[in-house]
């Protein structure tokens, strides 16, 4: 049942996405601005953030939001996880067995506070490198990715079921020109 209603869902959200009132280039630019901040690890400002660059960048605000919930408690382990791998393969930071051995060493250890600030932060950093290297660069294919899928579908889909374009001659908000630049 879970897996009919997240398809549901989808297919609401992709609706939602054909009738909004602009073009297919930035609706797209949006749904990939939204992907690559959903798996950079900047939980709790992921939507000012996909709201702020959509803004700078002259992308479609409301396409990206939903992107950014890809990311959840049930989704982050296996999507850090993964870019930690592809970051640690770069910019070669500590295995996960590295890691485990500096923290139980460091549980373990009987050394005053500031001993213990400097290797946690120092730890810290071994971690945060490798994992903002690999979410930036996932996070930058996987939105060039899905924004040449987005706007091949929406020009499509409009192109194929006119009823799913916005009305010929309407202004978008945003960018202060006609919403159907697609024909």
């Known amino acids: 049942m879970p897996v009919r209603r997240t398809l549901k869902k989808f297919e609401e959200w992709f609706l939602h996405l054909l009738h909004l009132d602009d073009s ?3 609706i797209a630019l949006g749904v990939a601005i939204g992907t690559f901040v959903a798996v950079t690890p900047t939980w709790g400002i992921q939507m000012l953030l996909v709201v702020g660059i959509a803004w700078l960048l002259r992308a479609n ?3 990206g939001i939903p992107m950014v919930w890809v990311t959840n408690p049930f989704t982050n382990g296996p999507i850090y996880g993964f870019c930690y791998w592809v970051g640690w393969m770069i910019a070669d930071g500590p295995t996960p067995s ?10 373990e250890g009987n ?3 500031k001993d213990t600030l400097t290797q946690v932060a120092s730890l810290a950093y071994d971690i945060a490198v490798p994992l903002w290297v690999g979410t930036c660069l996932v996070g930058l294919v996987a939105g060039a990715i899905f924004y040449v899928i987005m706007y091949y579908v929406i020009t ?9 374009r916005p009305k010929p001659g309407t202004v978008s ?3 202060g ?3 159907d630049a697609v024909k």
């Open 111 to 113: 050394v005053g506070w």
């Open 173 to 175: 908000k945003e960018s």
């Open 61 to 63: 605000k409301v396409a």
């Open 156 to 164: 499509i889909c409009r192109r194929r079921f006119p009823h799913h």
């Open 24 to 26: 297919a280039h930035r």
């Open 98 to 107: 590295d890691f485990w051995e500096r923290f139980k060493e460091l549980l």
């Open 177 to 179: 020109g006609p919403a």
